[in-house]
T-cell receptor, first 111, second 112 residues
Framework: GENVEQHPSTLSVQEGDSAVIKCTYS??????FPWYKQELGKRPQLIID???NVGEKKDQRIAVTLNKTAKHFSLHITETQPEDSAVYFC??????????WGAGTKLIIKP | DVKVTQSSRYLVKRTGEKVFLECVQD?????MFWYRQDPGLGLRLIYF???????EKGDIPEGYSVSREKKERFSLILESASTNQTSMYLC???????????FGSGTRLTVV
């Protein structure tokens, strides 16, 4: 069935370094790809998204890239800070109103 | 901002009890969803609704039912709570096509 694979499950980086989280989707009809951040004890919140007609999108220190041919999309965080520590979820749109979710990546920023 | 409000932040219920989790959104979204979140398992869809009185099973509907009598309210019902239903439950609402997905703060349910 349709699914989204997300890697790695845990990522530990030194403060100031970059972090990259990768997702692969299976449904070729998916055309919307959001990323959500969930801080400890809080709700997931949208941080950036991209549509299938765009290859890259940036918002300050975060960027998302999309390769439709390979069905890959990635989240890039530069100059990581302690407040970036969280669980990050990728998702891909599904035809029946839903999003298909990746399993999540726990990002740990080491001081 | 869209607000999605879940009625309880923490609940403790006994095995066999009927449990109601309530979710209300204030932005006239057509679509509403119930997920459960367990460590290492991500977000698993229980049920969703794309219109009043309409419902669709998600990936793990067993042991749950839902009700959507009004557009703004989507209720999750555990007919007979069991200990394996101890989890964090997240409600969400959205526009079509996955856009504007907004989550509630979650209800942490413990079944003893």
């Amino acid at each position: 069935g349709e699914n989204v694979e997300q890697h790695p499950s845990t990522l530990s980086v030194q403060e100031g370094d970059s972090a990259v989280i990768k997702c692969t989707y299976s449904d070729s009809a998916s055309n919307y790809f959001p990323w959500y951040k969930q801080e400890l004890g809080k709700r997931p919140q949208l941080i950036i998204d991209i549509r299938s007609n765009v290859g890259e999108k940036k918002d300050q220190r975060i960027a998302v890239t999309l390769n439709k041919t390979a069905k890959h999309f990635s989240l890039h965080i530069t100059e990581t800070q302690p407040e970036d520590s969280a669980v990050y979820f990728c998702a891909a749109s599904r035809s029946n109103y839903q999003l298909i979710w990746g399993a999540g990546t726990k990002l740990i920023i080491k001081p | 901002d869209v607000k999605v409000t879940q009625s309880s932040r923490y609940l403790v219920k006994r095995t066999g009890e009927k449990v109601f989790l309530e979710c209300v959104q204030d932005m006239d979204h057509e679509n509403m969803f119930w997920y459960r979140q367990d460590p290492g398992l991500g977000l698993r869809l229980i049920y969703f609704s794309y219109d009043v009185k309409m419902k669709e099973k998600g990936d793990i509907p067993e042991g749950y039912s839902v009700s959507r009598e009004k557009k703004e309210r989507f209720s999750l019902i555990l007919e007979s709570a069991s200990t394996n239903q101890t989890s964090m439950y997240l409600c969400a609402s959205s526009l079509g096509g996955g856009l504007g997905y907004t989550f509630g703060s979650g209800t942490r349910l413990t079944v003893v």
